[in-house]
């Protein structure tokens, strides 16, 4: 069954099918108008839509079940991704806060920096973020049986990064910078209670939540977090191997239950 695609009142060059690839411009479109093309378009069993001029539309890909491929040409607004089960996202700018919010599965690939709460709530899939991002990352990040989420940052954090994590990985790396990176971050692992954050650099004790503990990564460790390095790189043309090679901490719970004194009896 074939869906129809608003066309935006038909103004020229909207919206044109080149193949077996969709192009949207979304200069002119209200972020409904822009997520129902996607949808639709991803429906239809299109392959790869390409949108161009994004001006901060939100909700972009959110919702979508299937596995296209979404190039966004812009800077896509708040909730990139979000409930998203399958898609293919890449950005070639910088994205707004929320990207990934409670996303299934999937992959998200942001060529810049990000805003607030990355990958809240994420259930599964991965996002590589090339440069750095805000607030609360991965906040109440989970993870259930296979569903392992991975949130990969090239740079550094803002505060509360892990808080309430309570399963998945989360790596840093810490690019960007002269030498060695001392992060800034402060409460990192508040009230974490599951998953494992690397972080490549320096961090004081001072700077985690009282749930979260620290521990030098070995380099077992490092085997975890290779295949996932190596996407990063493979993304934004970095030497995975040199990335490796410098000194990561790992982050865990101390407990699985920090909280259960004050709930069970």
């Known amino acids: 069954m074939r869906i129809e695609v608003d066309h935006h009142a038909g103004l020229p060059g909207v919206f044109m099918r080149v193949g077996d690839k969709v192009k949207i411009n979304a200069r002119q479109l209200h972020y409904r108008e822009l997520n129902n093309m996607i949808k639709n378009a991803a429906l239809e069993g299109t392959e790869e839509i390409v949108v161009d001029n994004v001006y901060g539309q939100r909700y972009i890909g959110s919702g979508i079940r299937r596995p296209v491929r979404i190039i966004l ?64 990352a991965a906040i109440h990040m989970k993870e259930y049986r296979k569903f392992r989420p991975v949130l990969v940052i090239g740079g550094e954090t803002q505060d509360f990064l892990g808080e309430y994590m309570a399963g998945g990985l989360v790596i840093v790396l810490g690019l960007g910078g002269r030498g060695k990176r001392r992060f800034t971050a402060r409460h990192i692992g508040t009230g974490m209670h599951g998953g494992l954050i690397f972080m490549r650099g320096e961090v004081e004790e001072h700077q985690l939540g009282k749930e979260a503990a620290v521990a030098p990564a070995d380099e077992e460790d490092k085997e975890i977090i290779r295949p996932f390095v190596e996407e990063y790189a493979a993304y934004f043309d970095k030497d995975a191997e040199r990335i490796l090679e410098g000194d990561f901490l790992k982050l865990y719970a101390k407990s699985h239950r920090p909280f259960g004194g004050l709930y069970a009896y």
């Not at 089960?85 to 990000?114: E, F, K, L, S, Y």
């Open 73 to 136: 040409h812009g800077i896509p607004g708040n909730d990139l991704g979000a409930f998203m089960d399958g898609p293919h996202i890449v950005v070639d700018r910088n994205a707004q806060d929320g990207v990934g919010n409670t996303m299934n599965n999937g992959t998200i690939v942001v060529h810049g920096r990000a805003g607030d709460i990355v990958a809240m709530g994420m259930r599964g899939g991965k996002i590589f973020i090339r440069d750095s991002v805000g607030y609360r």
